[in-house]
């Protein structure tokens, strides 16, 4: 089993900046490639980025690319999402997600998650 906990979400004014980070336990956890996802009101969850399980390889959707950057730290056990440049669209509960695999951009293909953190962005 892998807990995870996700913090950092809160409310901000569009074109600010906020910062959430993934704390990891339970397993090795550089055995997982971890992913963050977010789910709108009324909407599916979608990827948002991904990173490989030593962080060399990295995933953004096209709708952050430039905005959001993932990150890890293995000594750690966290892995961080920074967003910047924030939109009224982006706001969303924020998920973590860790996969025993590669990076992927389904939900179905990431076995843990965290309870989410609410992101708000005001217009």
């Known amino acids: 089993q892998v807990q995870l906990v996700e913090s950092g979400g809160g409310l901000v004014q569009a074109g600010g900046s906020l910062s959430l980070s993934c704390a990891a336990s339970g397993r090795t956890f550089s055995n997982y490639a971890m992913g963050w996802f977010r789910q709108a009101p009324g909407k599916e969850r979608e990827f948002v980025a991904g990173i490989s399980r030593y962080g060399g390889g990295t995933s953004h959707a096209d709708s952050v690319k430039g905005r959001f950057t993932i990150s890890r730290d293995n000594a750690k056990n966290t892995v961080a999402l920074q967003m910047n440049s924030l939109e009224p669209e982006d706001t969303a509960v924020y998920y973590c997600?860790?996969?025993?695999?590669?990076?992927?951009?389904?939900?179905?293909?990431?076995?843990?998650w965290g309870q989410g953190t609410q992101v708000t962005v005001s217009s």
């Open positions: 997600a860790a996969r025993a695999s590669y990076v992927g951009t389904l939900p179905s293909e990431y076995t843990y």
